[in-house]
T-cell receptor, first 108, second 111 residues
């Protein structure tokens, strides 16, 4: 069972930063926060993950609150190609369980 | 070069038939998975293998039998196909840090 809560859908204007929230209030001390996205019917794509520090890579930034009960994925300059379902997952080890995710619409 | 490749991409078959989906990864990962995504778009983990050994089996019917001949391959065989087996099946492999790399999916339609 997914241990995260995400909004069902969000809109963001093209060129603006997209901020996707995720609540994971029951996260354990050794569990990581992972973000994936699925564009249309393609296979899910790994975006970023973190334990407690904020992380940044070429795709996105991950901000994790100090109590680790929530996090935000930031796409700094959203484009139309970022329209997808974004999944926030907490996991330790090999069992990556996907929830319903947030459907992000990037508006032209 | 495709990192995780699945064949076939599309499969249409009759109820009661037996079919297989093959998966290969050239990333050198030790762990591979099968996920099922049904019409409601829910992605469910089915199986996971680590270095040819089964480590996750998520209450999948016995009609589904994964086979891992080596750590680069994880095939899925399905016996006595049912209408409810219609879905997109995704294969994936993962790094030691838990980053999953997915294939493009195999869309199975059971008539």
């Amino acid at each position: 069972d997914a241990k995260t809560t995400q909004p069902t859908s969000m809109d963001c204007a093209e060129g603006r930063a997209a901020n996707l929230p995720c609540n994971h209030s029951t996260i354990s001390g050794n569990e990581y926060v992972y973000w994936y996205r699925q564009i249309h019917s393609q296979g899910p794509q790994y975006i970023i993950h973190g334990l407690k520090n904020n992380e940044t890579n070429e795709m996105a930034s991950l901000i994790i609150t100090e109590d680790r009960k929530s996090s935000t994925l930031i796409l700094p300059h959203a484009t139309l190609r970022d329209t997808a379902v974004y999944y926030c997952i907490v996991s330790y080890g090999d069992k990556i369980i996907f929830g319903k995710g947030t459907r992000l619409h990037i508006l032209p | 070069d495709t990192a995780v490749s699945q064949t076939p991409k599309y499969l249409v078959t009759q109820m009661g038939n037996d079919k297989s989906i093959k998966c290969e990864q050239n990333l050198g990962h030790d762990t591979m998975y099968w996920y099922k995504q049904d019409s409601k778009k829910f992605l469910k983990i089915m199986f996971s293998y680590n270095n040819k050994e089964l480590i996750i089996n998520e209450t999948v019917p016995n009609r589904f039998s994964p086979k891992s001949p080596d750590k680069a391959h994880l095939n899925l065989h399905i016996n006595s196909l049912e209408l409810g087996d219609s879905a997109v099946y995704f294969c994936a492999s993962s790094t030691t840090r838990g980053e999953l790399f997915f294939g493009e999916g195999s869309r199975l339609t059971v008539l």
